[in-house]
């Protein structure tokens, strides 16, 4: 079964978000990206540090991503940051933002000498204990990239020891509405596969909103041993144990109809046993999962409320409103009326009174309150 990744956002991959997560998808989600975070204001022992590093809920599966543009403070950074436990440290080499670039961050590390790079990997590389992984997040390069380049790219990522690469396929100027290249991004796991094989693991991102999508994604970039989901795990925190309920009983499904198959018996009658056996591996997956497990319902203030205690928790209380309300801004799509909702949320003056916006919206719409998962 691929694995399921929760993409790096800034304000939004924190501890409280991945809380929420765990809670509505117990054991789904196989790696948390962190929000970014800044070497150089790590290093310097920033007021805020202590509050990106936190690891919870599930410290075993969390993937620290830093970013800086210089080579010697994330080598510093990765050092200290790996010393909490984790999967690994992964470098951002896809953020687009102008600020980021401006500081030979982000992109600008697949843009620039070659060479820097190289050195920047290979610091990082060293400062970080061999059974830690060292991953990068890349997009696939200037609006005039070349499919060469970035394969060489990738060649020179592998010979400095990084054994995971995510792929958001698209260039360093498209916005989210234009579609992904998909077809480069499997001819670069078409060039991994056959020249590193399972040393280094390819993992595709971009536009994956439900299991539908994600077979699209799955058909287009077969290669693709992993899935990672922003926005829409944000707007569905529910979304990864949905998803891993649907692969599961696709690759129950899938194998019984393989091993039919094999032995040439898959005529009707076998694809329904096997079918049958698809959904009894459902209902395991479904029983195995706590609270998120078998459910179809959410209550919509359970989550609110809980996110907001999240918060209260895990971030210092001048982060507070603007995490709520980057938070709110995805998890309102989910209603009819998400912009009259988001902006009575946004309005508000504290915790409390987003939810109480919340509380007034339900009373005239109670029908929305309760959220369906797709089971
Ligand atoms: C609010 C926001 C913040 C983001 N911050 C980061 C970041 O810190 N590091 C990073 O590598 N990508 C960042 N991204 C990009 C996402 O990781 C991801 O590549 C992008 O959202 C596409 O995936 P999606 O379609 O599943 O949302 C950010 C995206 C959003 C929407």
């Not at 076998?270 to 497990?293: I, K, R, T, Y």
Request: net charge neutral; with cysteine; charged share 20%.
């Amino acid at each position: 079964m691929p694995k399921l990744l929760f993409a790096p956002m800034a304000t939004l991959s924190h501890e409280a978000m991945r809380r929420i997560i765990e809670h509505y998808s117990p054991c789904a989600c196989d790696e948390y990206y962190t929000e970014m975070i800044q070497a150089t204001t790590f290093i310097g022992g920033g007021k805020f540090e202590q509050f990106y590093v936190r690891p919870g809920p599930c410290p075993e599966r969390v993937v620290w991503q830093l970013t800086c543009g210089k080579a010697e403070p994330m080598a510093q950074a990765a050092k200290i940051i790996a010393g909490l436990g984790g999967i690994g440290i992964d470098i951002n080499m896809g953020c687009c933002a102008p600020e980021i670039v401006r500081q030979g961050a982000g992109i600008a590390w697949m843009l620039k000498d070659r060479a820097e790079t190289e050195e920047l990997l290979r610091l990082v590389r060293k400062a970080v204990p061999e059974n830690m992984r060292l991953s990068v997040k890349m997009r696939l390069g200037d609006e005039d990239y070349k499919l060469d380049e970035l394969l060489s790219f990738a060649d020179m990522l592998a010979a400095q020891g990084v054994s995971q690469i995510v792929l958001h396929p698209r260039t360093r100027k498209a916005k989210f509405k234009r579609p992904p290249h998909w077809n480069d991004a499997q001819k670069l796991f078409e060039h991994l596969e056959k020249h590193y094989g399972s040393s280094i693991c390819r993992c595709i991102n971009g536009n994956i909103v439900d299991f539908q999508s994600l077979c699209s994604v799955q058909k287009l970039v077969p290669l693709a041993e992993g899935f990672m989901i922003g926005r829409a795990a944000v707007q569905k925190p529910w979304l990864f144990g949905d998803l891993a309920r649907q692969l599961a009983q696709d690759s129950v499904g899938q194998s019984a109809v393989e091993q039919l198959e094999a032995a040439g018996l898959a005529g009707s009658a076998c694809l329904a046993a096997a079918q049958d056996g698809a959904n009894a591996g459902a209902e395991e997956c479904a029983d195995g999962g706590a609270s998120g497990g078998a459910q179809s319902k959410i209550d919509s203030l359970e989550i609110v409320s809980m996110f907001i205690d999240n918060l209260v928790e895990c971030q210092p209380e001048e982060f507070w409103l603007s995490r709520a309300q980057r938070f709110f801004s995805y998890f309102c799509k989910n209603y009819s009326f998400a912009n009259y909702l988001f902006t009575q949320v946004n309005n508000a003056k504290n915790l409390p009174g987003m939810k109480q916006a919340f509380e007034a919206y339900f009373e005239k719409m109670p029908n929305e309150r309760f959220l369906s998962r797709s089971l």
